[in-house]
């Protein structure tokens, strides 16, 4: 299952970008090619996960297709599927670009219940203090 290999340089990224703070959920973008399930990785993350600030925290997968360009009529065009045939002329010899994308595309933090060193929290006093 190489979905944990993939689920161990997720996790150093949200790491690095996380900067210490718990996170709640990552977005990720993976190609295509790589052939990812969603609910493996997940399950690969909260294993490599356990111990760590993402503990506890899930991954929104974007698929990135493949670009196709057909050998045999010249047609260009994408598809979520590396294994796809021309869509225009059916033909199998057909060249694939990209889709081996792994792009950590955002992570959402968990919410501070306080602030060290700011008495009114992490929301602020809407009425100000002194």
């Given at each position: 299952m190489?979905?944990?290999g993939i689920a161990e340089s997720i996790l150093a990224?949200?790491?690095g970008r996380a900067d210490g703070r718990r996170i709640r959920r990552a977005r990720v973008q993976v190609g295509a090619l790589l052939h990812v399930a969603e609910p493996s990785l997940n399950d690969a993350f909260s294993l490599v996960?356990?111990?760590t600030?993402?503990?506890g925290a899930h991954l929104d997968l974007v698929t990135v297709?493949?670009?196709l360009t057909c050998r045999a009529c010249g047609d260009v065009s994408t598809s979520v599927d590396p294994y796809a045939v021309c869509?225009?002329?059916g033909d199998s010899d057909v060249d694939c670009e990209g889709g081996d994308d792994l792009v950590l595309?955002?992570?959402q933090l968990a919410?501070?219940?306080h602030v060290p060193g700011n008495s009114r929290g992490d929301r602020g006093d809407s009425e100000g203090s002194s």
């Open positions: 190489h979905e944990f990224a949200v790491e996960a356990e111990g600030v993402a503990e297709p493949v670009r869509p225009r002329c595309e955002s992570i919410e501070a219940t």
